[in-house]
Nanobody
Framework: QVQLVESGGGSVQAGGSLRLSCAASGRTFSNYAVGWFRQAPGKEREFVAA????????YYAVSVKGRFTISRDNAKNTVLLQMNSLKPGDMAVYYC???????????????????WGQGTQVTVSS
């Protein structure tokens, strides 16, 4: 079992920045790839970014590439999502999720993830 807790959400004006944090507890965190997903009202949950279990590989959705950066610190059981140049279209509830992996792969589909956090709200005003 892995428990995930997101923090760092809030309200920001367009063009601003936020840094989301995902804190993990439970099983060995370094055995898990971690992804960020988001869900806006009335829309399906969508992939945002993911990082492999040791942090050697990352992958981003086209809509956030170049603006968002995912990183992890396995010693602190934490994954960060730095979000810059935020747009109103980025407004959503953001979830982190963990997927147990043997290899340094980066899953992008929600069904590949085993554990989910409760989410944190990001609001971007124009």
């Amino acid at each position: 079992q892995v428990q995930l807790v997101e923090s760092g959400g809030g309200s920001v004006q367009a063009g601003g920045s936020l840094r989301l944090s995902c804190a993990a507890s439970g099983r060995t965190f370094s055995n898990y790839a971690v992804g960020w997903f988001r869900q806006a009202p009335g829309k399906e949950r969508e992939f945002v970014a993911a990082i492999s279990k040791r942090g050697t590989s990352t992958y981003y959705a086209v809509s956030v590439k170049g603006r968002f950066t995912i990183s992890r610190d396995n010693a602190k059981n934490t994954v960060l999502l730095q979000m810059n140049s935020l747009k109103p279209g980025d407004m959503a509830v953001y979830y982190c999720a963990a997927a147990r992996r043997v290899a340094e792969t980066v899953p992008t589909a929600s069904y590949e993830y085993d554990y989910w956090g409760q989410g944190t709200q990001v609001t971007v005003s124009s």
